[in-house]
């Protein structure tokens, strides 16, 4: 079965970056029509998309934070990493990462989520 | 991009059906297919309910319907039950080739 687990920081400093890794099982980032994602929650606010990466590398991020996110993949050890720089205590949230996949022209998205880790920004 | 407009809250009696909007653009939800609604109880992680406007995953009941006219989707539960209280969000495509999310409607079962 599909299972991703998010693993980082829980307390960071402003301005800082921070470095969240998704280490996932059950499916291949390989596979045509698959990625994996970002998602945030500020707590008690609603979700917010913040990035993914493609099967065969694209990769699309909010155009709201673009410049403050960088995410990666590593198919060999099942793993993504998502960056995000200069934090700011609004950056407090639950991190979410999200498995989605296109299907025969269905598109099964954020189908399979981690169970999420809060960081929170504050000196 | 600018989050879709849902009601922040919505409520409705046993048995009865509710539907929740989710109102975006003709950039968004109004252009493509790709529309999703979430349940997400307290302290847990968001579950698809429902994919591509009207689609059920498996082992999502019967009760959770979707549907989308122009610019805005719509999420119908039917026979409320209890469990069905829950935050819920949708979410779309989007024309930058992104995603957006709505901004949450609170489910209360009276």
């Known amino acids: 079965q599909i299972t991703l687990r998010e693993s980082g920081p829980t307390l960071v400093n402003p301005t800082q970056t921070l470095t969240l890794t998704c280490t996932f099982s059950?499916?291949?980032?390989?596979?045509?029509?698959?990625?994996v994602g970002w998602i945030r929650q500020p707590p008690g606010q609603a979700l917010e998309w913040l990035a993914l990466?493609?099967?065969?590398?694209?990769?699309r991020y909010n155009p709201s934070l673009r410049t403050r996110l960088s995410i990666t993949k590593d198919t060999s050890i099942n793993q993504v990493v998502l960056t995000v720089s200069n934090l700011d205590p609004a950056d407090t949230a639950t991190y979410y990462c999200v498995h989605s996949r296109l299907w025969f022209g269905d598109l099964l998205l954020f189908d399979y989520w981690g169970q999420g880790t809060l960081v929170t920004v504050s000196s | 991009q600018s989050a879709l407009a849902q009601p922040a809250s919505v409520s409705g009696s046993p048995g009865q059906s509710i539907t929740i909007s989710c109102t975006g653009t003709?950039?968004?939800?109004?252009?493509?297919?790709?529309v999703s609604w979430y349940q997400q109880h307290p302290g847990e992680a968001p579950k698809l309910m429902i994919y591509?406007?009207?689609k059920r995953p498996s082992g999502v009941s019967n009760r959770f319907s979707g549907s989308k006219s122009g610019n805005t989707a719509s999420l119908t539960i039917s026979g409320l039950q209890a469990e069905d209280e829950a935050d819920y969000y949708c979410s779309s495509y989007t024309d930058s080739t992104t995603y957006v999310f709505g901004t949450g409607t609170k489910v209360t079962v009276l």
């Open positions: 990466v493609y099967w065969d590398g694209d990769k």
């Open positions: 059950g499916f291949s980032l390989s596979t045509t029509g698959v990625d």
């Open positions: 591509d406007v009207s």
């Open positions: 003709s950039s968004d939800v109004g252009s493509y297919k790709y």
